[in-house]
């Protein structure tokens, strides 16, 4: 007998405005034309938005889930620098690893969310995840393993801020459920730094607000958005009213599972699992 989960998971395309974005099929004609103007996005400026995504009768149910568990976010406010890492006193007071900015704001981890509800059923979409694939150019991608974070809310309060930083993994799937009347605008640098090269100077230019880069994105109800978010700083500046927006996490490898330091901070808590992911190193040479 299918799981519960794998049968909302086949059912989950019923959401999605396939007229629009006929993922189901993807060997038709419609399929290549809207996947060739997601890969240029992508590669003009690392960043596709996939509008009208979810279909309009659909929107107020994500947007009923989101809000049951959004109660359930572990909210913070911490001074963050890019990487998430701690002050390096050997580094001069300019560097990026030394700036740091307030950063407020609260997420829903994955094991909050219904088994069989919309958002869980749809980053479980094979359909989905294939496409993902396809936009991306990638061979294979692989739901996370990490039980906290596979889907999350980030959950943004009024006045509330997502400080510049680089995502842990190297590219983001998201939803908008929830808009602010005004403000919350999400703000990115494409392909700031590469594998192996910080590009500190660069980082330095954005953070001075002296950088010709900045580029901002409007995303509206039902918007899906994908990103790179390894390579890209980025941050959502701050709004009136609360900001939703359901996040969906793919990696290259399997058995994905974020580091200790960063879930804590993010969740408030870890699992044995996180404990034990610990012991494998990443090999990008970039900071988390």
């Known amino acids: 007998m299918r799981h519960d989960y794998e049968t909302a998971a086949l059912a989950a395309l019923a959401c999605v405005d396939l007229d629009r974005w006929p993922i189901h099929e993807p060997e038709s004609a419609a399929y290549r034309t809207r996947l060739d103007q997601v890969r240029e996005a992508l590669h003009d400026v690392g960043c596709a938005r996939v509008d009208g995504f979810i279909r309009k009768d659909y929107r107020e149910a994500f947007d009923d889930e989101v809000n049951g568990v959004a109660p359930t976010a572990h909210f913070s406010t911490s001074s963050i620098n890019p990487y998430f890492t701690p002050d390096d006193l050997s580094l001069p007071a300019s560097h990026p690893r030394r700036r740091y900015s307030e950063n407020t704001n609260g997420f829903v981890a994955m094991d909050r969310f219904?088994?069989?509800?919309?958002?869980?059923?749809?980053?479980?979409?094979?359909?989905?995840?294939?496409?993902?694939?396809?936009?991306?150019?990638?061979?294979?991608?692989?739901?996370?393993?990490?039980?906290?974070?596979?889907?999350?809310?980030?959950?943004?309060?009024?006045g509330q801020q997502l400080a510049w930083h680089y995502d842990t993994n190297e590219f983001i799937v998201s939803l908008l459920t929830r808009k602010p009347e005004k403000g919350g605008a999400f703000e990115y640098v494409p392909d700031?730094?590469?594998?192996?090269?910080?590009?500190?100077?660069?980082?330095?230019?954005?953070?001075?607000?002296?950088?010709?880069?900045?580029r901002s994105l409007a995303l509206e109800l039902g918007d899906l958005q994908i990103f790179k978010g390894r390579f890209s700083l980025h941050r959502v500046v701050k709004g009136e009213d609360e900001r939703h927006t359901v996040i969906f996490g793919y990696a290259k490898e399997p058995g994905f599972i974020g580091r200790v330091e960063r879930t804590r901070k993010v969740h408030n808590r870890v699992t044995q699992a996180h404990i034990d992911a610990e012991k494998r190193v990443r090999n990008d040479g970039l900071a988390d």
């Not at 359909?127 to 990490?146: G, P, S």
């Not at 730094?193 to 900045?214: M, Q």
């Open 114 to 158: 219904p088994k069989g509800g919309l958002c869980l059923s749809l980053y479980r979409n094979v359909a989905l995840q294939h496409f993902i694939t396809d936009c991306l150019e990638e061979e294979k991608l692989f739901t996370f393993d990490d039980p906290l974070a596979g889907v999350v809310v980030n959950v943004m309060k009024e």
């Open 192 to 214: 700031l730094r590469r594998p192996g090269d910080e590009c500190y100077d660069d980082v330095e230019r954005v953070l001075d607000g002296r950088s010709d880069r900045v």
